[in-house]
């Protein structure tokens, strides 16, 4: 018998921006455990307000994503982290090797996106923002994560929440798209200097993913509806009818092929922007 190609046992995973429930980051640290990797869920946890300009997950729900996954025989721990903060970043990394002696994969999820308006009303300070977390925010990790495991040795694997926004320009979205962009542009340059130790460092590119944030009040649905005059319901239907597979994604797709690029059956993709988009997006 052949070995399981698709089992993580014995890896030890980081995952960034993971806590809130329904969201990606939630559901890449459930597929991650359920394949036997031990996982250290992050985000910004006790500094959370649960408020401001960019709906930050509360406070409590960190502890709710490692709770998640010991109820389901999984092993994990919660470790704060700003990933804007190198500092911070590197103390993610410096937690995790103390507490399971080694990092195998680095999951760069934690991400933003705000003022989504037309471009000639973005604030300078709303876009840099965006840059700050989403692309500024995933070269930390990487390096943080490259330096830990050129140290061991073994390789790696890195991983980075992109997005077909960061494959195509889309109206309202001018920062997120930008810094989704940049996402893939550092993803193919880690990949080249890294790929000699063994590491590889892939992209994935989610589509219309339907989470809590979507239908907010703040959300896709409403911001397409307010630009083209029209209801959000129907900006849902509409979106539906352009995806191919006919469904809007969920949070476990993405997390699917997180789960494959970390595993041994993903270890000879390196560099690439993948997308997971039921087809809506197809460069």
């Known amino acids: 018998m052949g070995t399981d190609k698709s089992s993580l046992n014995d890896k030890v995973a980081v995952v960034t921006g993971a806590s809130r429930p329904g969201g990606i980051g939630r559901a890449i640290c459930r597929q991650l455990a359920a394949a036997g990797a031990v996982v250290v ?4 946890g ?24 010991e109820a389901a025989g999984g092993r994990a721990i919660a470790v704060p982290c700003d990933v804007t903060d190198p500092g911070d970043v590197d103390a993610l990394v410096e ?21 989504s308006v037309e471009l000639v009303e973005v604030s300078t300070p709303g876009f840099r923002k965006t840059l700050d977390v989403n692309l500024i925010g995933t070269f930390h990790g990487i390096r943080a994560a490259a330096r830990q495991m050129i140290r061991q040795g073994a390789g790696g ?4 929440t992109a997005s077909q926004a960061g494959k195509s320009g889309w109206p309202m979205l001018s920062a ?6 940049g996402v893939i542009g550092l993803t193919q340059v ?9 590491i590889t460092v892939n992209a994935v590119c989610p589509g219309t993913v339907d989470t809590e944030l ?48 970390a595993s041994e059956a993903g270890g000879y993709i390196t560099g690439e922007a ?10």
Do not use: C
């Open 95 to 115: 937690a995790a090797v103390s507490k399971f002696g080694r990092l195998d994969i680095f999951v760069n999820n934690a991400g933003i996106a705000i003022e």
């Open 274 to 283: 993948i997308n997971t988009t039921g087809g809506q997006e197809m460069h």
């Open 41 to 44: 869920v992050s985000d910004l």
């Open 176 to 181: 997120y798209s930008a810094s989704k962009f």
């Open 190 to 198: 880690a990949a080249k200097e890294l790929g000699r130790h063994g």
């Open 157 to 160: 694997r890195i991983i980075n």
């Open 214 to 261: 979507s239908n907010s009040p703040d959300g896709i649905w409403q911001m397409y509806a307010r630009m083209y005059g029209t209801t959000p319901e129907q900006v849902r239907q509409d979106t539906i009818a352009q995806i191919p597979l006919g469904r809007l994604q969920t949070p476990d797709d993405v997390a699917d092929l997180v789960a494959f690029l």
């Open 46 to 69: 006790p500094r959370a307000t649960g408020d401001g300009p960019f709906q930050a997950p509360a406070a409590g729900e960190l502890d709710g994503a490692v709770a998640e996954i």
